[in-house]
C-alpha cells in the first residue's frame, strides 16, 4: 500500500466502548481537506475543503462525556456528496475545534472567501 502524502495536522480515531481507538474510523486534518476514511476491507474516503465549511458543532452525549469524548458535527455548504461531516468520539474535542477554527480561517483567507461570500442572494 502506498504512503499517504497528506501532511496531517490533526488525526484521531472513533472511540468506542471506554473511549478505546478500536474502530475502522479515521479521521484527519490537513491544512486545506478534512477526510474520512471508513472501513477495513472496503475502504470509503470523504474529503471536504476547510473553506467550505460554514458550520460546526460539539455535542457531549454523556456516555461520551464519561470517557473524555465528544462529537464534532460540521456543515459544509455547497458540498453536494456530503453537506454534513462528523468526527463522532474523538478525544480532546476542543483543541480540534480550535484547530478546525484556525484552519477553515487560513483556507478562507487563501482563497480570498468571506463566510457571506458562499450564500447568494435572493435580491434581484
Known sequence: MKKD???????????????LPWSFTRYYI???????RK?????T????????????????PLGQ??????TISMYA????DNPDIVFKSIKNAREVMKIL????DQARD??????RDMYHSDFH
Open 77 to 80: 455548504k455547497g458540498d453536494v
Open 30 to 36: 490537513t491544512d486545506k481537506k478534512i477526510i474520512v
Open 45 to 60: 474516503e470523504e474529503e471536504v475543503d476547510l473553506y467550505k465549511i460554514t458550520d460546526k458543532k460539539m455535542l457531549f
Open 101 to 104: 477554527d484556525e484552519r477553515i
Open 39 to 43: 472501513g477495513f476491507l472496503s475502504v
Open 5 to 19: 502524502t497528506f501532511d496531517y495536522i490533526w488525526t484521531d480515531k472513533k472511540r468506542t466502548f471506554l473511549g
Open 65 to 70: 462525556r464519561m470517557v473524555g469524548c465528544a
Open 110 to 115: 487563501r482563497y480570498d472567501i468571506r463566510g
